[in-house]
């Protein structure tokens, strides 16, 4: 890779009194007085197909956002045929004419756009203004910079090391052949707008299934790229089912791969039914997916205290624990949870719960009542367990908003439902340890869960950081030493997971981009054999 790389988007702060404050306030007041109407757009052209739903604000759900125009089979396959009839424009253009019109993407997002994106981010999936500035903002940047320089990189850097006298070897970085299916997650505006700009970059084009939850966010983004410059087919914009968008695109034997994130059942089942359609297709379609997690934190008993308590407060509680990073499980051995106990419970009563606009608030709502009521059903179950007990938080109401306040079991049981499956919401399960088992509690917390996205350990003495870092070596693609398992920042910290959270492409570093391109090697003689005979032969 060039040496020469992007810097990361400065995030701003949002404090009192300042411009951007006031900025965003303003266009959170203007985006909630209009309802828009969100079309399908296919080759570049607005769909409107009257079969519509309504995105409404998780923290007030009675207030209508948008109608959304959904997209039937028609629409679907004539996303697939756009996508693949866009293709051989899109790669003759050029890798920096492709760069070119993703990094002026950039430029208008950290720039006039970025208001615009960061209130539809906090509106649409109930961020802060802090939570959307991090995410819709600067990852996304950072995203279509660092994704620019990456693959600029791949053409030095994969060519051959050696060429003989007499020979010319190179590598052509060739797309794959056909075009991506882009299913994305409501949670981050970010990897939703990400996971169908990355292929593009590198010559592939994209059908975008983005999330029924975060329609509003994702077509304005869509709309930025085409502000940009974004040719008409290069992505093609498809809200609706994600079981019909995947029947259209399974079927079209230009199918080149997928870039998902979401459940890990539904990606299975994905990739089982990709495997079933292979005799139809023109190659192997290449499988990407970041899944689900059950993200821990581990600590021993020498450890700083206090910052243990930030981490589980920010690594469990932020954005309401929708994310697939966020900590839903720790190990604490029973000194340092006698220390710290009290304090951890009178800080979770500090917080906040409430709408958008305050910017007070820590944490807003979750994303719909389908979540809600996914969550609630865990916090009773653990409720009425006689191996739990609810020691902060556990209550919860639905009249406004889906609003779950920041919940904390403690189990005597490590195997607990709480401790092992993924909730995706603001519940935290802790298990109290012995203080001389600390190594019997990295293989417990490596063998009790099938994930292996995000984890973190807090130890002082490196000597114990390292027995952690080896005995949970495949536990965790992103592992943090003394700090909260999430945030991951692009070209920073690459994120993914392996065993059941994923592939581990790494989104957010070179690897991920790899996965996109089919490179063909092309060997010219200079020298032009003339004689078919070989010396032995003398």
Not at 263 to 281: A, C, D, H, N, Y
Not at 466 to 484: M, V
Request: aromatic share 10%.
């Amino acid at each position: 890779m060039t040496s020469n790389h992007p810097a990361n988007e400065p995030v701003l702060s949002y404090a009192p009194g300042s411009e951007e404050r006031e900025k965003l306030q303003m266009e959170l007041r203007n985006q909630m007085e209009t309802i828009i109407e969100i079309p399908c757009i296919i080759n570049g052209e607005e769909i409107y197909t009257g079969n519509t739903v309504q995105q409404v604000l998780p923290h007030n759900h009675g207030h209508i956002l948008a109608n959304v125009h959904l997209a039937g089979k028609d629409e679907m396959e004539a996303a697939c045929i756009s996508a693949v009839n866009a293709q051989k424009n899109w790669i003759e253009i050029g890798l920096e004419e492709r760069c070119a019109i993703f990094e002026k993407c950039a430029d208008m997002l950290s720039g006039e756009w970025r208001m615009k994106i960061n209130a539809s981010t906090m509106l649409n999936q109930s961020k802060t203004c802090f939570q959307a500035e991090i995410d819709s903002a600067c990852e996304l940047i950072d995203f279509w910079r660092f994704n620019c320089h990456y693959a600029r990189g791949f053409h030095d850097y994969l060519q051959p090391l050696v060429s003989p006298k007499g020979v010319e070897n190179s590598t052509e970085i060739r797309p794959l052949e056909g075009f991506i299916l882009a299913i994305t997650p409501f949670n981050f505006s970010s990897i939703a707008a990400n996971l169908p700009s990355a292929p593009a970059i590198v010559g592939c084009t994209a059908v975008w299934k983005p999330s029924r939850n975060s329609y509003y966010s994702n077509y304005l983004l869509m709309r930025l790229m085409m502000d940009a410059g974004l040719p008409k087919g290069v992505i093609n914009f498809v809200p609706g089912s994600g079981e019909l968008i995947t029947d259209v695109a399974l079927s079209n034997p230009d199918f080149a791969g997928v870039h998902f994130t979401g459940s890990t059942s539904v990606f299975q089942g994905l990739w089982q039914r990709i495997g079933e359609k292979l005799p139809i297709m023109k190659g192997y379609p290449r499988i990407v997916g970041e899944t689900g997690g059950k993200d821990f934190i581990v600590a021993h008993p020498n450890c700083d205290e206090r910052g243990l308590i930030v981490a589980l407060i920010r690594g469990a509680f932020e954005f309401q624990g929708q994310k697939c990073s966020a900590a839903s499980r720790a190990y604490i051995p029973n000194s340092v949870w006698n220390s710290i106990s009290d304090e951890l419970c009178a800080e979770l009563s500090k917080i906040k719960i409430g709408d958008v606009v305050d910017f007070s608030n820590f944490m807003t709502a979750v994303i719909d009542k389908r979540a809600f009521e996914k969550i609630t059903g865990y916090i009773e179950r653990a409720r009425d367990d006689p191996n739990c007990q609810i020691i902060s938080g556990g209550n919860y109401n639905n009249e406004t908003g889906w609003f779950i306040e920041p919940t904390i079991i403690l189990t005597s049981n490590p195997k607990s439902e709480t401790m092992v499956e993924e909730i995706f919401g603001p519940v935290l399960t802790i298990y109290i340890y012995d203080d001389d088992k600390f190594v019997d509690i990295l293989e417990l917390c490596d063998k009790s869960s099938p994930y292996a996205l995000t984890g973190s350990i807090f130890a002082t003495n490196e000597h114990d950081i390292n027995t952690a870092f080896n005995a949970l070596r495949f536990s965790a693609g992103n592992f943090y030493i003394n700090d909260k398992p999430t945030g991951a920042a692009v070209a920073q910290q690459p994120f993914g997971g392996a065993r059941a959270s994923g592939t581990n492409d790494k989104a957010g570093g070179p690897l991920n981009l790899l996965r996109w391109i089919s490179p063909r090697s092309v060997k010219r003689a200079n020298d032009i054999p003339q004689s078919w005979t070989y010396s032995f032969m003398d």
